[in-house]
């Protein structure tokens, strides 16, 4: 393997994440409004289709060690882009709901298996003393997805609804064409460690720890546009700006998470968690500026939290990451998604009321924070 491989792979990883997560499923949060102002779907239903998003992501991450084994990496992750691409040219048919929600669903499953499998592989194929920085640039895709997202769909709402989900596909085609020859190849993994040997207590506090995050991050990522452009009267341009400022923080949090990891060891959760925290705390102030800070430590700590626990997954389990690191993404995408259809009904509820929502997710972010200042 040449020197420069390691740093292909990570690219590839992190064009992968831009793809299925940042594209796929966080492309859909500024898209939340003209949904329902163009009358495509009602809020409620937009609030659901976030949550089905959620549950593909479980059954994605639920499937992808065993698809990654049977095909190998490389081809689990082509058919990851390919089910992104597909979501996106499918959900430009104003079908309604019923169509809709299956589409997001593979938009889901496309995630769950592209952050199941790229980070290990990624780090797999690593030197020692770079994993961690490497496993930050492939989550940086996220974010950078985010951004990508939010500076394109102002422009791309204005021919229509369609012609957003049109050209949110045609980018994830063309990172799919960049990605597929630098794909990493790692070995084989070695069988997972017993669930009773050592580090495993440490393990379940950072999984646990790492769910109740998922579940907390729930409303900022589904409804935190939808409470600039709706809840504070900003408009659909506007909004798409406060979520580029949610890719802005996910791309920092994500590229220091890794190395807070191994520095800090179990404080670096804490650390996350807490600033987690004040997101949905900002996210509670009555006045419209608040969402800045908001939307910028939702990015920090929601997702830069998966670069932290897949960092401290690394330094206690070694190369047996993989098969945890698995079932930490199942474990998160379960938590959203029930979180995620718990809040749509609590959203229709009440009117379309966002105070519930984000309240309802800083109390499970203290829950969280609890669990990793503790044992995290």
Known sequence: MTPRAPFASSLAGAAALCTTIGLARFGYVPLFPALVAAGWVGGGEAGALGATTFAGHLIGALSATRLGGALGVRRALDIAMALATLSFLACALPLGFAWLAPWRCVAGIAGGIAISLAGPAVQAVTPDGRRGAAGGIVIAGVGVGVIAASLLLPALLSAGVAAAWLGLGLLSAALWAFAHPRWPD????PPAAPRGAGGQGPVGAII???GLSAAGMTPPMVYLADLAVRGHGMGIA???LVWALFGLGAVIGTLGGGRVADRLGRWAMALWMAAQAGALGAALLPHPA???????????SGVGISAVALGRLRGILGPGTGPAWARATAVYAAAQAATGYALAWLFAATGNAHAPVFLAGLVLSGMGLAVAIRRG
């Open 238 to 240: 506007a909004g798409g």
């Open 290 to 300: 608040a969402v800045i800070p908001a939307a910028l430590l939702s990015g920090f």
């Open 208 to 210: 646990l720890a790492y």
């Open 186 to 189: 790692p070995p084989a993994l």
